[in-house]
Each structure stands twice: as structure tokens, then as C-alpha cells.
């Protein structure tokens, strides 16, 4: 390279090393630069109802089972689970329950090796050659009744003390491409999968009284080759015919594909089938990969063209940016990140991280994701209607639910400080709260807790702090 030709190099380069930095301190500039913004309500704009929020129901029991206090781990996580504002659970029960063993209990109890588990947990050993006729020996729920009675019964015990709901979604795991030569594999004909439906039911309903509120037919099938969406139809329709025939209300999620943008694709078997309809309760993806604004707002589309309702089921790492555009432009009645916990760190796959060699109250850590989506969660509850909020600057993006208790949420993501005025509330006392850049930095979470007095006129000013999540809670009204 001659010196010139250098010279030329090294100048954009000098440039660009400039600029960044100069850029990294307007956008700071920028974020701390109040603004101020009016948002406004739309009550009569009505759009889909919340059905929940959502952790798949691991808490790290192999990891709890020989420690002392596991019970005190256990209560602690669940405690703060429900603060967190979670409802649904989705306990996963793997295709291999239909089975002579428990491989991976033996891979647990150091038995087997982690290839050969690999190798065989998706596997079936068929029960019998009837798929209408039961061999109870033939199924196997160890880990599965493990998650039962340690997370979701004591969960389910927690909210109905608030006079709340847990949502149980039974997910249906079949990673089939991993199963190994020597191993099979039958729940790929629909008569077969069905019979492991109504099974996993009948035993939830006989050991533990519990009816799934739904049934999430395969977890990421784009991850398999034997379930494509055709297949997906195929299974659901005889699932629900098994389903209702034995005394079942059948309530069917699906697809759950990694790829977003392949949800509708991989749905469109299910709703071609008009038997089917009403079985569908949500149409569910995860954002992996396709999520472009385009794919998400097709599925929005969808869930009001045709009334179906949508649920983003798993994104590790998902933040509310992701979250407000689900329930905005997906119009999303149920969300899930990932897992309840994990002693791991803090990866965004779970809401918290767990160490029992801490102090009381210090065992189940909130991840640093979790504090911005306790905004959203805490403020909608199952049962609310999103309506229609607009705001006259986007750094203030509001989304607002209309409860049946006449109980008004609004949670404004915000990418700076400001002041905001709220217009079209009803009268009354409303609660606020938040969690900012600011909060995440002194850990200080009750940085704007408080209340603000509507009055006729319908409107709310408040002060945003930093950038982050800040919620607006309407007190239900007590009759003198």
C-alpha cells in the first residue's frame, strides 16, 4: 500500500472514532434532556383480552434436592414469583413419559451417561398396540409430578389467596431429531398422540385434581422434522375429539415455532379445519429468529381478522421493548421469557437467579429484565381489555388495559425523563410506580411509588424519572 492509499484509510477510520463517541453523548444528551408528552386514552378502542404471564414451571429442583433449606429456597421464589405478577405456568411433560424408563431420572441418579440421555429422552416405548385401550404401566411421571407438587400446586395455592388464577399450559416436548438409532418414536401417528393427551389429563385430574387450561400441542416443531403444520392439525383435531369424548374441554395453543415469522404458515393447517376452531385458544410463536416488525404486526392482523388470540411463549433475553411491540402490534394475550429460575447467572433465560448460601430474602434474585416486565405484569391482570392509547411523542410509548373492576392500568416505556399528561382517566386515586435506568443502577425500586388524584377532568400528570417502565394503576372503587 502506498503512503497516499494509507493516508486515505486511516482518514474514515479517524473519523468514525470521532464520531462515536460524539454520538454516545448526544443520545446521552438526549435521554437526560427532560421531554414532556400528552397521552390519551381511548376506552372505546377495544382489542384483546390478558390471559397472563407466563414461566415455564422449572425452579431448579435437581439442583435444590440436596440442600437443607430447599423448602425456604422454594417459598422465597414463589413468593416473589407472584409479586412479580406471573400467572401461567407451562409444565412441560416430555413425549418419552411413554415409556418402560425414565432416562433421564437415570442420567440424574448417575446412571447413564449425558450422550445416552441425550439420546433417548424424546424416545416412546408404545404402551400397547391400542391406541384406545390404556396400559397405566406403560407411563412414566416422575419429574413431571416432581414440578407438580413442588411449583405449580404451591404457585396455584398462592394466587388463589389473592383471588387470582394460575393458568396451567401443559407443553408437549418432542425434540424427535435427537432421538438415536436403536430408539422409536410413535406419537407420530394421531390416534397414538391423542391417547398421550388424554393420559397426561386423566392423571393431572386423579393424582392432583388439576384440569390443564391448555394444552400447547409441540415446543418449536420447525425444530423437527415430523412436525409440520399439517401434522400439528392432524394431531390437534384427534386431541380434541379424544379430548371431549372423555368429559374434556379441549383448549389447544400452537404452533410455538422458534421462527416468528413461520407461526401463521404453521398455524394455517389448524384454522382450515373448521372443527378445530374452536378448540384454538391461542395462536402462539416465540421470537428466535423473524421477528422483524413486518411478521409481528402479520399475526396482530391475523388475532383481529379472524378472533383468535396470540401469546409470545419464550424469548430468552426478551426485554419490554419486545414485550410493549407483542402486545401493541401482536396483540398478544400471554407472554413468556423462559424459565422461573435458575442457580446459573444472570442470562435473561429466567425471571430469577437462586443461591441458597444466601440470606433470607436474598435467595431468589430478581434478573435485571424481570424488574422492567414487573411494570407490565403487575399492572395487567388476567381478565383486562387492552384499549386504545395514543401519546404525542414517542419517546413516551403508552399501553393501557381496561380491568372488569373498573380498575384503569397504563404503563408508559419511556426512552427519557419527562413530564406526561394522561388524558381520559376516570376519577379516583391511582398508583404509580416504575423501574428505570436510574432504579437499576441504586436499586432503589420504590423510586416512584406513589399516588396521583384524578379528577373530573380526567387526566393524571406524572413525572417520569429516567428511561424505563412507569405504571399507572387505577384503585378499584369501594362503595361507601
Known amino acids: 500500500m502506498t503512503h497516499s492509499a494509507a493516508s486515505r484509510f486511516r482518514f474514515p477510520l479517524l473519523l468514525v472514532l470521532l464520531i462515536l463517541p460524539i454520538s454516545a453523548l448526544l443520545a446521552s444528551a438526549y435521554r437526560n434532556q427532560p421531554g414532556a408528552a400528552t397521552i390519551s386514552l381511548v376506552p372505546d378502542e377495544r382489542h384483546q383480552t390478558i390471559h397472563g404471564w407466563e414461566a415455564v414451571a422449572q425452579a431448579s429442583l435437581a439442583y435444590l434436592k440436596d440442600y437443607d433449606n430447599k423448602q425456604d429456597v422454594l417459598d422465597e421464589l414463589l413468593d416473589k414469583a407472584v409479586d412479580l405478577g406471573l400467572t401461567r405456568v407451562r409444565l412441560e411433560v416430555r413425549s418419552s413419559a411413554e415409556n418402560t424408563r ?138 380434541a375429539e379424544r379430548l371431549k369424548a372423555a368429559g374434556f374441554t379441549p383448549s389447544i395453543v400452537g404452533p410455538s415455532t422458534t421462527i ?111 424488574w422492567y416486565l414487573r411494570q407490565y405484569f403487575r399492572a395487567f391482570r388476567p381478565g383486562g381489555v387492552r384499549i386504545g392509547a395514543t401519546s404525542s411523542d414517542g419517546a413516551f410509548a403508552p399501553v393501557a388495559v381496561q380491568h372488569p373492576d373498573d380498575r384503569t392500568a397504563v404503563v408508559i416505556k419511556a426512552e427519557r425523563a419527562g413530564r406526561v399528561t394522561i388524558e381520559g382517566l376516570a376519577p379516583g386515586t391511582y398508583v404509580t410506580s416504575c423501574w428505570t435506568d436510574r432504579a437499576r443502577w441504586d436499586r432503589n425500586p420504590d423510586l416512584c411509588d406513589g399516588t396521583v388524584e384524578v379528577g373530573q377532568d380526567g387526566a393524571a400528570v406524572v413525572v417520569v424519572p429516567d428511561a424505563g417502565a412507569f405504571s399507572v394503576v387505577r384503585q378499584p372503587h369501594v362503595a361507601p
Open 102 to 239: 425414565d432416562i433421564v431420572g437415570e442420567y440424574l441418579a448417575g446412571k447413564v451417561s449425558r450422550d445416552e440421555m441425550r439420546c433417548g429422552r424424546y424416545a416412546t416405548v408404545n404402551d400397547n398396540d391400542d391406541p384406545n385401550t390404556r396400559r397405566a404401566e406403560g407411563f412414566r411421571f416422575d419429574s413431571f409430578d416432581d414440578e407438580v407438587r413442588d411449583t405449580v400446586l404451591p404457585l396455584k395455592r398462592r394466587l388463589e389467596a389473592r383471588g387470582e388464577k394460575l393458568w396451567i399450559n401443559v407443553n408437549y416436548v418432542a425434540f424427535t431429531d435427537q432421538i438415536c438409532a436403536g430408539y422409536t418414536y410413535h406419537h407420530d401417528n394421531p390416534a397414538e398422540y391423542a391417547e398421550f393427551v388424554l393420559t397426561v389429563y386423566e392423571h393431572l385430574r386423579d393424582s392432583f385434581g388439576l384440569v390443564p387450561d391448555s394444552w400447547e400441542m409441540i415446543l418449536e416443531p420447525d425444530n423437527t422434522r415430523i412436525w409440520t403444520g399439517e401434522y400439528i392439525a392432524r394431531a390437534a383435531l384427534a386431541a
Open 260 to 370: 416468528a415469522s413461520s407461526a401463521l404458515r404453521y398455524f394455517e393447517p389448524s384454522w382450515e379445519i373448521a372443527a378445530l376452531r374452536p378448540y384454538l385458544t391461542e395462536m402462539s410463536y416465540h421470537r428466535y429468529a423473524g421477528a422483524t416488525p413486518e411478521a409481528i404486526g402479520a399475526i396482530g392482523d391475523m388475532s383481529r381478522q379472524r378472533g383468535v388470540p396470540t401469546a409470545m411463549l419464550e424469548h430468552i433475553g426478551s426485554s419490554i421493548e419486545a414485550l410493549h411491540q407483542d402486545l401493541t402490534v401482536g396483540n398478544v394475550s400471554a407472554w413468556q421469557q423462559f424459565a422461573l429460575s435458575d442457580p446459573g447467572g444472570d442470562t435473561g433465560a429466567h425471571f430469577f437467579m437462586i443461591d441458597p448460601a444466601k440470606p433470607a430474602g436474598e435467595r431468589a434474585l430478581l434478573s435485571s429484565t424481570g
